[in-house]
Each structure stands twice: as structure tokens, then as C-alpha cells.
RNA sequence: GGAGGGGUCGCAUAGUGGUCUAGUGCGGUCGCCUGCUAAGCGAUUUCCCUGGGAAACCGGGGACGAGGGUUCGAAUCCCUCCCCCUCCGCCA
């Protein structure tokens, strides 16, 4: 969400970002409209308010008949300014966040920026299986049982299978924590509908989620969902900052999408794990967190042995809630694509203002919106993916990355 | 799931229809004093909206778990919901 001082001092600068995004801007115009009205209401209100004060601590009985006449001017005042209000938060939660001025314009992916690389993308000397022929050859992947278990888009991990990607969560926890400073969080995988809206997921993507009606539990599509609600109307200190926070969640999308390329093999089911990493920053950190953030996760695909390359997504591509993103995709030779393993986001303020996150910059000072960021680290399936196709040898075999060995119990799965 | 108790300013509490402009203590902040520390003394101390102002600040309104209701007037009375505590039941 945007500061409403924003796009009422600078209407233009809000209408040109999301021109940028490719977003109708007529939005714009209804909020200011808005604007007006309801602050030339409240200002009727508490002229009303003001007046049943001052009749009601010195009239008395004399009053009351004025009283009566007050009380329904001003409930039918509060309707109006709650009806404004309301269709005022909605509107300005529609609002996509104005992209920092580095990020390149573009229509959509095709204008993304490869940034930089690290490794060659990994040729092999023989046919490169993909993992959907890997996992079935070595019994690791069973597509069919979960399709029998929960229908299309399930599939279970079997043996060496289950057990790599544990191998992978416990590693990716065990480097945040022990090397990159962050601090490991088990949240609950189930939230309230307000957290939903607090992160954004709500009302706009409702479609996406699982929901359990009868008691009114949303199923978290990503760890950023409880880890963004953490701190919800809460005032942090200023040397509590930076805050970082990592945490492993399964992850529940809904999302319909056709069968074909985009969703072969384990690459996108309904359920999946990740590896999230989340800050609470103070706003003039936030841009260098960033760059802090998107190595945390080359770093980790670095210590895989993963060729990757990192992206920084264009105007046109770039969520809605951030000002900067870098995605960082690895090269995997059995599918033959890139896969994005990781979307490291600056949100500045904007997820700060929904939740109400605050700090204190000095012991007295004001209350200000901290700054957020967000990023895998890293999505599992694709890393699994990745790992799989990466390290698949001749004979049909996967060697286990060094650094995942102790964490597997083996140097080889067969 | 059942019975009872409770949610007030960072923490602890007072407040049972107008004197609440929400008091007090602790903590915090600033100052004074004490050659350090502690103690003492004094002042200050929530957040949101809105108007004015470059700002410091000033004026108005709102918020006592949330939302409704009663009333000229609600922290206080009534209703619904949420959360916490105690006991019982159930349970990995």
C-alpha cells in the first residue's frame, strides 16, 4: 500500500509507474476524488462530535431534544466517512508499488536483465535425462500414487527422493543461521484471514489459496505470509533492527493451470517446500539488504554447484508489492531451462504500511514504516530439480553435492 | 466441547453512566544535584485521523480486545464475536 500523501502531492509520479508497469492508471483519479470528499466529511463530522461534547457536559436536559437531532447527523455522517473509508483502503490496496529508479523499463520477462552469472551452464557428455525419467528409473518420484493420493499436480517423494530434499532444507536452514545471520522461525502453516490480507494475498487472489471454511484457516502459500505478520501492529525499536528471519514452510497454491511444459514433472505442483528468507529494516538500509539478500541466495546455489544467472526484473515484470526484484534462476540440463529457484524482493514500505509495522528511529521520536524484504532461499522442487539433472552421471545415478553428503548419509543415489 | 474468571497508555494497576482532558506506580526520556555509581529532586511520557505550519509545534476529532446497540452523554449498561487464564472432558 502507498502513502496516501503520495498520490495526493504527487498524483503524476504514481500515474507514470504504473504506466511503466503496464497497468491502467484511471485509478488514480477515483482515490483522489475520494481524497476530498472524505476528508471534507470528517471534518463535517467532527464539527458535529464537537458540538455533542460541549451540549452534553453543560446543558444537561436542557439539551436533549438538540442531542436527539445530533446523534442521528452524526450516524449518518459516520456511515458516509466509513463508507469512504472503506472504499478508500480498497482502492489504494489495488495500488502496485512504485519501482526504484534503476529498474529497467520492459513490457513483461522478455525485458528482464541478466545482471550477472556465475558458472557455465552444465554440459553433459551423455543424453541429460530429466528428472521426471531420473526419478521414476531410480524410484524416487512417484507420480502416479499422488495423483492417486490427491489428483493431478501431487506427486510423492520416495527413499533417497524424500530424503534429498531433507537434505536440502536442513542445509539451506544450517547456512542462513550458522553463516548468514539469520534467525530460524517455525510458524504456523494455517493463518488467520487478516494475516492474508496483511501480506496481500487477500482479497485479491483469493482464488489461489486453500481455506478451511469451518473454522476460517488459510493455507500459507509462502513462509512470507506468517513472516510478514510477525511483527503486525507492533513498534519496534530502532536497535532491534535489522531483524532477519528465515523459515522453512510448506507452501499451498491453488493456481489452475493447464498441463504442458510449465508444469512437467514436480516443477509447479499444489504443494511444495521452500526455504524463505525475510528482513525488518530500517528504510535507508534497505536498498544495500537487497543486494545482502540476492547474494544469500547465490551463495547458497553457489555452494550447490549450480550455474545460475541473476535477473533483475523489468517494469513490466516485477511484483506488486516491490520496488527492486532479482530473480535468480538455475541452469538445468535435463529440461534444458533455466529454473527460478529464488525472487529476492525490496518492498520498501509498502507491506510495512498494510501490516502496520513501525519503529522508532530515537527513544522519542515518531513512529515511521520499516522496510521489508523477501527471498527464497531456496524453492525447493526446482532446487531438487536442479540438483537431479545437474548431477546425474552416465550410469543413471545422482552424485550428492559435497555439502549435501553428511546431511544425505551418502555420496550417491542409485 | 462444558463451567467459571478476565482483556484499560511499554509493564503493573485504579476506574460500575457526566468530576476521565483515562488516574497512580514501575520503566523510558530530558534536566538538576551529587567530583564516579547508586540514590534524590523536577519535568515529560500512547497511537490514529484531520486542519494550520518549512519545521518545531498548535487546534479539532477518535481509540479502554473487535463490531453493533441503549443514552442528550458509555472504559462503565446490553448483544455478538475474538483472545487469554483456571477447572472438567477429549486427544497426537
Same mark, same amino acid.
Request: with cysteine; hydrophobic share 35%.
Given at each position: ?19 511503466? %508497469? ?335 509495522? %513501525?519503529? %522508532? ?54
Amino acid at each position: 500500500m502507498l502513502d496516501i500523501k503520495i498520490i495526493r502531492e504527487n498524483p503524476g509520479l504514481v500515474k507514470k509507474a504504473m504506466d511503466n %508497469r503496464h497497468e491502467s492508471s484511471a485509478i488514480i483519479d477515483d482515490i483522489l476524488r475520494i481524497d476530498t470528499d472524505r476528508r471534507q466529511n470528517i471534518s463535517k463530522l467532527d464539527g458535529l462530535r464537537q458540538e455533542r461534547k460541549t451540549i452534553s457536559s453543560t446543558e444537561r436536559e436542557k439539551a436533549q431534544e438538540r442531542g436527539r437531532a445530533l446523534r442521528e447527523e452524526i450516524q449518518a455522517m459516520e456511515e458516509e466517512v466509513n463508507k469512504l473509508d472503506a472504499q478508500m483502503q480498497d482502492l489504494l490496496l489495488q495500488v502496485p508499488n512504485i519501482p526504484q529508479s534503476d529498474v529497467p523499463l520492459g513490457k513483461d520477462d522478455t525485458e528482464n536483465v541478466t545482471v550477472r552469472t556465475w558458472g557455465e551452464p552444465k554440459k553433459l557428455n551423455f543424453k541429460a535425462l530429466p528428472h521426471w525419467e531420473l526419478g521414476e528409473k531410480l524410484d524416487i518420484i512417484d507420480f502416479e500414487r499422488g495423483v492417486k493420493l490427491s489428483g493431478t499436480r501431487f506427486y510423492v517423494l520416495k527413499g533417497m527422493g524424500a530424503r534429498l530434499q531433507r537434505a536440502l532444507i536442513a542445509y539451506f536452514l544450517d547456512l542462513h543461521t550458522n553463516e548468514q545471520g539469520y534467525r530460524e522461525i517455525y510458524p504456523p502453516f494455517m493463518v488467520k484471514r487478516e494475516c492474508m490480507v496483511g501480506a496481500g494475498q487477500l482479497p485479491k487472489f483469493a482464488e489461489n489459496i486453500y481455506h478451511d471454511a469451518e473454522e476460517d484457516y488459510w493455507f500459507v502459500g509462502t513462509a512470507e505470509i506468517p513472516l510478514t505478520n510477525l511483527h503486525r501492529d507492533e513498534i519496534l525499536n530502532a536497535d532491534d533492527l535489522p531483524i532477519h528471519y528465515c523459515a522453512y514452510t510448506p507452501c499451498f497454491r491453488r493456481e489452475k493451470m493447464s498441463a504442458g511444459k510449465d508444469t512437467r514433472g514436480i516443477k509447479r505442483g499444489h504443494q511444495f517446500d521452500k526455504v524463505e528468507m525475510y528482513k525488518f529494516v530500517t528504510p535507508e538500509t534497505s536498498e544495500e539488504e537487497l543486494e545482502k539478500l540476492t547474494r544469500n541466495a547465490e551463495d547458497t546455489c553457489q555452494k550447490l554447484g549450480l550455474a545460475y544467472r541473476v535477473r533483475v526484473l523489468c517494469t513490466g515484470d516485477i511484483g506488486f508489492a516491490a520496488v527492486k526484484t532479482y530473480d535468480i534462476d538455475v541452469w538445468s540440463p535435463g529440461c534444458e531451462e533455466w529454473l527460478e529457484v529464488s525472487s529476492c524482493s525490496n518492498d520498501a514500505d509498502f507491506q510495512a504500511r498494510r501490516t502496520n509495522v %513501525r519503529y %522508532r528511529p530515537t527513544p522519542d521520536a515518531k513512529p515511521q514504516f520499516v522496510h521489508t524484504l523477501n527471498g527464497s532461499g531456496l524453492g525447493l522442487p526446482r532446487t531438487l530439480i536442479a540438483v537431479m539433472e545437474n548431477y546425474q552421471q552416465p550410469d543413471g545415478s545422482i552424485a550428492v553435492p559435497e555439502v549435501l553428503q553428511k546431511y544425505v548419509g551418502a555420496k550417491v543415489i542409485k
